[in-house]
């Protein structure tokens, strides 16, 4: 096992001229051989380390179902929110609907086409309401009354 030693110098640059400028640094290299140490186990470490592993792993589960939950929480917001301007858009729809229908069983109109149609006003006795008799608990009994056949040719 030879020992090689190394000499080190500082230079200040390349403009100035190459001379020594301190202390040269000597370093002597010194072959080891480790190949015969035997490393024990330290229980204490291991335990250690085993411990910190599982703390380190209930800090990622916990962070993880957090960050769950919150990316939950925002996807819900975002199909609410689908959903409000769904219902807003039905109850529009349902809103347009009923003034159609408001605008087709006007009396009026019905009348008009009647008569364009050829047909006449009914005569008295020939209407009969069933729903302005209705009674809460009364059961509804039948009755046989003239009825009157219009043609229209």
């Given at each position: 096992?030879?020992a090689?030693?190394?000499?080190?110098?500082?230079?200040?640059?390349?403009?100035?001229?190459?001379?020594?400028?301190?202390?040269p640094?000597?370093y002597?290299?010194?072959?080891?051989?480790?190949?015969?140490?035997?490393?024990?186990?330290?229980p204490?470490?291991?335990?250690?380390?085993?411990?910190?592993?599982?703390?380190?792993?209930?800090?990622?589960?916990l962070?993880?179902?957090?960050?769950?939950?919150?990316?939950?929480?925002?996807?819900?917001?975002?199909?609410?929110?689908?959903?409000?301007?769904?219902?807003?858009?039905?109850?529009?729809?349902?809103?347009?609907?009923?003034?159609?229908?408001?605008?087709?069983?006007?009396?009026?109109?019905?009348?008009?086409?009647?008569r364009?149609?050829?047909?006449?006003?009914p005569?008295?006795?020939q209407?009969?309401?069933?729903?302005?008799s209705?009674?809460?608990g009364a059961?509804?009994?039948?009755?046989?009354?003239?009825?009157?056949?219009?043609?229209?040719?």
């Amino acid at each position: 096992m030879a020992a090689a030693a190394t000499v080190q110098g500082a230079c200040s640059g390349p403009t100035q001229p190459s001379f020594w400028i301190g202390t040269p640094e000597i370093y002597f290299s010194k072959a080891i051989d480790n190949s015969r140490l035997v490393k024990l186990e330290d229980p204490r470490r291991g335990r250690e380390m085993r411990q910190f592993g599982i703390a380190l792993s209930c800090l990622f589960l916990l962070v993880m179902t957090y960050a769950g939950q919150h990316f939950k929480a925002i996807e819900y917001g975002y199909k609410i929110e689908t959903l409000k301007v769904e219902r807003d858009g039905m109850a529009e729809m349902n809103h347009e609907l009923r003034l159609e229908d408001a605008s087709l069983r006007d009396p009026g109109r019905i009348d008009a086409m009647a008569r364009r149609l050829g047909l006449q006003s009914p005569q008295a006795g020939q209407v009969m309401r069933l729903d302005a008799s209705s009674d809460s608990g009364a059961p509804v009994m039948a009755s046989v009354s003239p009825i009157s056949v219009i043609s229209a040719r």
